[in-house]
Structures are given as C-alpha cells and as structure tokens.
C-alpha cells in the first residue's frame, strides 16, 4: 500500500487561472480531508470529503470547491487564483474503523504568479 | 474558539538532553490531542495520540486538563528526533494545528 498519494507534486500558475489537485486515499479509508499549509504555519483545514458529499468545511472561501469520487478518491479546485493561494497542499484520508486517525499525503506545492 | 499554541517555533537541544515540546490548546469539551511529526522530505506522520497512551520512539505526552497543555517529552534526544512538531486537537474530523516547533538536536 503507498499510503495516501497526490497530484501533481508541483505546479505553478499565474493569478487568476484555475487549478485541480488530486489524491488519492490509503487503501480501506474512504474519507478524505484537505489542508493548506502556507509558509511557517501549520497546516488549516479547507474541507472534508465523505461518502461523496463535503461533510465539514473550514474558513475558506467559494472559489475553493472539491469532490470525491464514488472510489473515494478526491480532487479540490481552486478558481480566481490570488497570489496568497501558494501553499503547499496536503491531503489526508482516514477510515471507519477509526475516523480520527488522519495519514497525510505528501502534497502538492503550489506557486501563483 | 478551538485553538492550539505552540509557543516555541525552535528548540535545539544537545544529544543526551530532555527536550519539552510545549503545547497549549483552548476546546470547550475533551479534547482530542495528538502530535504529528515531519522529518526533512518526508509526509507528516502521526507520532502519538493522547488516547492510546503509548510511547513512541521515546516521546510520551500527557494531557493535563488543568494547565490545558499537552507537552511532548523525551528523556534523552537523538540525532534522528529532529524535525518539525506539530501539535494537533480534532473536533468533527477536523484537524486543528499549532504552527509547529522546528526540534534540532545537535552532536
């Protein structure tokens, strides 16, 4: 099992653009969390993915949206990108049989121009 | 409001030294602490949570309702212990993090 994995590793875009991250969750988790982590700051909670549907959302704005697909994997979309968007941007999935316990991916590092 | 405080963002010790990772969090409730750990290239991973009481690679940490501190602590540090820290407490799923102490142990 490679744990949780995520896509792309890095990406640059410029402001304004759109851009799509995904992940995939540890093999048996079918729910799925997302994190910025800006620079010297611990990672902020955006939303959380299960059984398809956005269960908890943290303090972030419209133009950050996701999904969850029905194999559990994930994507967040970010649109209207403002240069306060880099970050890197972790993933993290847990499962039923304990639903607290969070294993983290190894992000995506975002750059906006 | 929930919130997690890690008042050190460095701590370097010498080899063979305690170290106290401190943590201070606000929660109406029990909480649900853990501390996560990030080696140099390496995903964050968790290294203990409070529930299960366990010791791992030496680290314990005990929640202390009174002080609301949830201090990490090893008796004698090893090269290999620096990293990041984080502290963490969770409410409906949601993870909340202390903006992390950077441990350097040096030779």
């Known amino acids: 099992d490679a744990g949780v994995t995520q896509s792309p590793t890095h990406l640059i875009k410029t402001r304004g653009q759109q851009v799509t991250l995904r992940c995939s969750p540890k093999?048996?988790?079918?729910?799925v969390s997302w994190y910025q982590q800006a620079l010297g700051q611990g990672p902020q909670f955006i939303f959380q993915?299960?059984?398809?549907?956005?269960?908890q959302r943290g303090n972030f704005p419209d133009r950050f949206s996701g999904h969850q697909f029905p194999n559990y994997s994930s994507e967040l979309n970010v649109n209207a990108l403002l240069l306060g968007d880099s970050a890197l941007y972790l993933c993290?999935?847990?499962?039923?049989?304990?639903?607290?316990?969070?294993?983290f991916g190894p992000g995506t590092r975002l750059l906006v121009l | 409001a929930q919130r997690v405080t890690q008042p050190e963002k460095l701590l370097s010790v010498f080899k063979g030294a305690p170290v106290e990772l401190k943590c201070n969090y606000s929660?109406?409730?029990?909480?649900?602490l853990f501390w996560y750990v990030q080696y140099s290239r390496q995903r964050l991973q968790l290294l203990l949570r409070h529930i299960s009481r366990e010791s791992i690679k030496g680290f314990t940490a005990d929640l202390n309702k009174g002080e609301t501190s949830f201090h990490l602590k090893k008796p004698f540090a090893q090269e290999e212990d620096s990293a990041m820290y984080y502290c963490?407490?969770?409410?409906?799923?949601?993870?909340?993090f202390g903006q992390g102490t950077t441990l350097q142990v040096k030779p």
């Open positions: 993915y299960y059984e398809e549907e956005e269960r």
């Open positions: 093999s048996g988790h079918d729910t």
């Open positions: 929660y109406s409730g029990s909480p649900e």
């Open positions: 993290a999935s847990s499962g039923q049989g304990d639903q607290e316990t969070q294993y």
């Open positions: 963490a407490l969770i409410r409906w799923g949601k993870l909340i």
